[in-house]
């Protein structure tokens, strides 16, 4: 993976209010009106990422290379897939309706995970076609109305339907009984263990095929899959990893990789790194000869799935099948409507399904009898019983995955440095962009404005106050809303004494900020719609933030004979600075204000305390915190740290995450460097 990174001071207060409050207005260093440097960079990534793909694969080899399509998706996604492992099926309720049963049931997908989800079974002893139904972002998940209108006209048409609570929705929420939204924060925490949100349910789909498979009265050889909007991406994906789904109709989800960059796609709908590898025309066209109709909402308001977006998708897609000699197996439906899976749809599903899936042996007509929406509480597997603890939610997981990759970091008996720099450079994707040219824009109140152009076309605003008289020293300090949002107690506080300092908007952020993705943002975290388009590119903005402390570095070092330099980092900023010193083998003081202590997964509560640059797939795999301040002899004091939830530790807390610190510096044969201050006390 290619990852990115920029660092060296960044504060993220708990609100924009607090950040405002007695705040300097410090002078702007590019000129006014200057446009979205960051959103229209991304775009020219991704143009250049999707055309580049086309050179990767023809119509003929995107055919015979399905199996590394299928290894390059489980690999990027983290699939973790157990076909050995029991499916331990469980029902817990059943209802009769008209002419089908509906089961509440569990199954187990992976070691110790289970998931919920209803089977609709129509009368009769089969072997009954079947169809795996995956919903979208829907209150309610399987039991929403659109998840049951589908598996009742599918029940009532002879298939078998199962309704798949996906990963974090549903019952396999925090919290059972509340719809809650699995994405951000929550759900990009499961790159930190080597997973991601869209592996994960891929991992709960596959199995749930697995399970069809073993009921005596389904059609093994006749499966299909469906969903609409993300539901609909479940739907590809699936098909694309799994070769016994026979007919495929996504529903409201078909665009291109390309058009969700810069979009307010979920985080379950990124493959990391997948722009690396694939467009989606190369995994639609991975599933030919087999069945394939994409149904498309003419009026569809996400840009991701537009008509326009499909039928570029679809062109490639279609001539794939035909050099495969199924042109006819590929089709598209567009619909006057919005985005939804509506009742014209599903009749075109069923038309579909009837027609590729049922063999001539059952009836190819569509059956629409009435549709009876059930309470959502009588579809509970668990209702009125305490959910099983084997029904992981995301923080369960990820904080029990975390803990087995720490302690086999513990384990290891030292860290030879060469080999986890290595290994840190490429988790980052960190290549240092040689400092190509300083230009000077002028002095106001004593600040000199700078823009630094790199090798690689980057453009960093920096604003310096000198140090008086032949002091050469300086602090570098950022904050991760950019330079103007800095409090005034903070950067008084490194501009105490004759030291100098430097302000820099970092990538993303101050003047660098791209209002856009501020805009699609909306509710979310800061950093979400940046965080998941740099994602589709291999890249990060932690990855970003390295590359630009170590560009600013230079020209501070060389431009500025400074002789002491002091690296400032608050919160999500700390870790990038420490990465950096790391990763370069930095001699330079560090200063980490309440940063993270951990990347382990503390608590689901307040998981949004920290911004979503701080998200860096597989770190926890690579090892943590105090490994990487291990790599480096930079004297670092590390204040006030939190977990990764922004908890204050306990003094208990304090005590462990010290001696850890210090076993870690131990193995890396350092002397110690590192001390902690909690409250202003030297500990």
Known sequence: MRFYNLIVLSFVCTSMAQSVL???????????????????????????????????????NTVTNKDSIRSFIFTQAGVTYHNKTPLNL????TIQLGSFRIENIRYQSQPGVYVTASLYVPEGTGPFPAVVNMHGHWPGARRTEIAQTTAQLLAQNGY??????????????????????????LGASLLHVGSSLLGQQLTDNIRAVDLLCSLPYVDSSNIGATGASGGGNQTMWLAAADNRIKAIVPVVSIGTFESYIMNSNCFCELLPSGLCGLETWTVLGSMAPRPLKILTAMNDANPAFTSAQMLRSFKKAKQIYASNGAAKQIEYELFNSGHGYWNEMQISMLSWFNQHLKNGSRPNYTVID?????????????????????VATTAQFCREKGQMLRKKMFDTANFP????????????????????????????????????????????????KHPSGENRTYNLLFYPSGKDSIPDNLLAKYSAGNAGVVLADLWGTG???????????????????????????????????????????????????????????????????????AITNGKDPLILEEGPISYLFDQEPNINFYNMSIYLPEFLVWGDISLAASLTEAPITVIDPRSISGRTLSKEEQILYGKEFIDMVQKAGKANHIKFIYNDIKK
């Open 370 to 390: 009435k549709i009876t929406i059930l309470p959502e509480d009588s579809l509970a597997t668990y209702m009125g019983v305490p959910r099983e603890i084997e």
């Open 511 to 581: 003047e660098k900020e791209s209002a856009e993705a501020r805009r699609i943002d909306g509710s979310l975290p800061p950093f979400h719609t940046l965080s998941r388009s740099l994602l589709w590119l291999g890249k990060t903005i932690m990855g970003n933030w390295i590359e630009e402390v170590d560009a600013i570095q230079q020209v501070i070092k060389t431009n500025y004979q400074a002789r002491h330099i002091t690296l400032c980092g608050y919160r999500e900023t700390a870790v990038a600075i420490l990465l950096h010193a």
């Open 417 to 464: 440095d060469g080999v986890k720099r290595s290994e840190l450079i490429n988790l980052t994707g960190f290549i240092p962009d040689a400092v190509k040219k300083t230009h000077p824009t002028g002095t106001v109140n004593g600040w000199e404005k700078i823009i630094i152009e790199t090798e690689g076309g980057n453009l960093i605003p920096l604003l310096i």
């Open 22 to 60: 007695g705040q300097t207005t410090l002078p702007k260093v590019f000129s006014a009106n200057t446009p979205d440097k960051t959103a229209i960079g991304i775009r020219e990534q991704a143009k250049a990422a999707s055309q580049a793909i086309s050179g990767l694969y023809t119509n003929e």
């Open 90 to 93: 469980k029902s817990t309720k």
């Open 160 to 185: 078998v339907c199962i309704n798949v609570d996906a990963w974090g929705a549903g019952e396999r929420s925090p919290n059972p009984h509340m719809h809650e939204y699995h994405g951000s924060g």
